[in-house]
């Protein structure tokens, strides 16, 4: 007789629990980003507050104050900074390279005498690229109106929302601090909810710090330096550094090709007006120089840590931009290695029927 009314009280409880679940996510959605930024920023700098916790005799609040100081500082401030600086750049760059396009005819620069052998070389052994029924001047002209359009369309948003930024900006703080201050209290409230073993809990809690510091220093950071490297280079040619500097530092996350889509074009325009000494700099430049720091940096900063491929990286990111917009870049990986960790831990679970399947 006890069975239904104990049975409505159970579904009665979780209908409750599962109600009040949703309105909650329905209150913080607003705050979604920010809680899982500040939860990727509190992961990387944890190591730093715990250092400055023990220095100053587990004054807790005061070294996460500090910690915060730190990432708004070294992190946040000159991304904002860095943010303005490029759209100005992009823009000026863009326009220029428009007007280059209207100004000079591509089929007289291709007909220069001293590109006649690296024409004819392409020609031998690529015949299927046939320069002459391409319409480069038009495609390049239209590309170049493409993305300036894109340039402006985020300059335009940025400053129609700057008192929404603003206001981002301070509650990322907020939830900063109280995530490095009390993140292992959290943690350990999280890890006792799971409903699964503390072996499996702590691998999916392992996994997300590594993938946070995967995306951040292994291909963040890589970028970084890349496109220092590379925006050092086209200042020494005589190109606008900080522009395209910024675009190879986001193709070095392509695999294979990487900064090549940049450096190579740049190499070739330097040629095409007459300037093939720096060409053939900036192109050794880019291969010795920013494509050498991947192979010496990624070992290093990666050394110990379980690390995705960068084939799932990539595609992890592209569709991570392409749903969530900017944030996709954390969003992308992290939900792919998420993925990733749950069916490994199925096919252990699971592995006997799997393995009998026959």
Same mark, same amino acid.
């Given at each position: 007789m006890d069975a239904n009314p104990r049975r409505f009280s159970t579904l009665f409880f979780l209908a409750t629990l599962a109600v009040s679940l949703f309105l909650a996510y329905i209150? =913080?959605?607003?705050?979604?980003?920010? +809680?899982? $930024?500040?939860?990727?920023?509190?992961? &990387?700098?944890?190591?730093?507050?715990?250092?400055?916790?023990?220095?100053?005799?587990?004054?807790?609040?005061?070294?996460?104050?500090?910690?915060?100081?730190?990432?708004?500082?070294?992190?946040?401030v000159p991304l904002l900074l860095l943010t303005g600086a490029l759209l100005n750049q992009g823009m000026q760059t863009l326009s220029a390279v428009q007007n280059w396009l209207q100004e000079n005819d591509l089929e007289t620069l291709l007909s220069q005498e001293h590109l006649a052998p690296y024409l004819a070389w392409l020609k031998t052994?690529?015949?299927?690229?046939?320069?002459?029924?391409?319409?480069?001047?038009?495609?390049?002209?239209? =590309?170049?109106?493409?993305?300036?359009? +894109?340039? $402006?369309?985020?300059?335009?948003?940025? &400053?129609g929302n700057a008192l929404g930024l603003t206001l981002n900006f301070f509650i990322l703080v907020f939830i900063l601090f109280f995530l490095i201050r009390d993140g292992e209290s959290m943690l350990a409230r999280i890890k006792y909810l799971m409903p699964l073993r503390e072996e499996q809990e702590d691998r999916l809690i392992k996994q997300f710090g590594d993938v946070s510091r995967s995306v951040v220093m292994g291909s963040f950071l890589i970028a970084v330096c890349q496109g220092l490297a590379g925006s050092l280079g086209l200042y020494i040619v005589g190109i606008p550094p900080l522009f395209w500097g910024f675009m190879m530092g986001f193709t070095s996350l392509i695999p294979i090709v990487g900064t090549a889509i940049i450096w190579i074009p740049a190499a070739i325009y330097l040629g095409l007006t007459n300037q093939w000494e720096w060409g053939l700099f900036l192109a050794a430049w880019g291969a010795i120089i920013v494509s050498g720091i991947d192979s010496v940096l990624r070992p290093l900063?990666?050394?110990?840590?379980?690390?995705?491929?960068?084939?799932?990286?990539?595609?992890?990111?592209?569709?991570?931009?392409?749903?969530?917009?900017?944030?996709?870049?954390?969003?992308?990986?992290?939900?792919?290695?998420?993925?990733?960790?749950?069916?490994?831990?199925?096919?252990?679970?699971?592995?006997?029927?799997?393995?009998?399947?026959?």
């Open positions: 209150v =913080l959605r607003p705050f979604v980003h920010l +809680i899982v $930024l500040g939860t990727v920023l509190a992961t &990387l700098f944890h190591p730093i507050f715990s250092l400055l916790r023990r220095k100053w005799r587990n004054r807790g609040s005061l070294a996460a104050l500090a910690t915060v100081a730190m990432v708004v500082l070294l992190l946040i052994h690529a015949p299927f690229l046939d320069l002459s029924k391409i319409d480069l001047q038009g495609d390049l002209i239209e =590309l170049s109106k493409q993305s300036g359009q +894109i340039i $402006l369309d985020a300059g335009t948003t940025l &400053l900063l990666l050394k110990g840590r379980s690390n995705m491929s960068m084939f799932y990286v990539f595609l992890s990111i592209l569709g991570g931009i392409k749903y969530f917009g900017a944030l996709g870049i954390l969003y992308g990986p992290l939900i792919v290695s998420l993925a990733m960790v749950m069916l490994s831990i199925y096919s252990e679970a699971y592995r006997q029927c799997l393995d009998n399947r026959d």
